[in-house]
């Protein structure tokens, strides 16, 4: 019965994710374009990066595995940060009403006909959601090395609009991975009485702020991933220089 514009929610939903699914697919595959020598600037799409196709530098934890076209260069981390972001509370939320129209808006009819919940394969494994959250924020901390390191290039400590959009990106990546509804359970989900424990009470208090902003983050996240990758990956063809704040 309702007559407003409940769909554009859902359709621009469709049209950002796809946009981006779309962009970061292709440049995870192109493996190439994704490590600035002179300044140490590595995209995220690439970290860590393992292949023994990586460039020397560019792999701060070592090559690993067999260099091969239709194996990712960081293929340890992409899996657990894609499982990460589909089993996301707020993802889930996103694509169920978007792509799956179950259901597209509150007060809007289910555009399936049974309803089994997250009880059956595969959306019985959303459950797992608690573990990738372990993942990515071991793969955030990794992130933040690789942006402490971009202060130091082959001419020694710098900064540049490179070192600012990589700093930016981890701290709204931290911003997405510590509002994570498991986050907020795994600082003070389990605890009875917040009395004893004053300083997990704290930490779940700012969690629980940052978590009223889990969707905003969720969506800048996106934008910051791609544009840091766009602008390593400009640097890194040529089509134009650093900006240098310091040298």
Known sequence: MRKDRYWVVPTFTVIGLSAWVIYAT?????QNN??????????????PCVSNGCIPESAHFGRVLVDNPIIPYAAFSLPFLLL??????YYRKAYYRSFWLSPPACAVPDRHKSYTGETKFPLILQNSHRYFFYAAFIITLINTYDAILAFSGEDGFGIGLGNLILIGNVVMLWGYTLSCHSCRHVTGGRLRNFSKNP???RWWTFVSRLNTRHMQYAWITLGTLALTDFYI?????GWFDDLRFIN
């Open 84 to 89: 990460f972001r589909l089993t996301c509370y």
């Open 233 to 237: 990956m400009a640097l890194a063809a």
């Open 199 to 201: 300083i997990r009470y």
């Open 34 to 47: 994704y490590w600035v020598a002179e300044h140490h600037y590595l995209t995220p799409f690439y970290s």
């Open 26 to 30: 292709v440049r995870v595959f192109l």
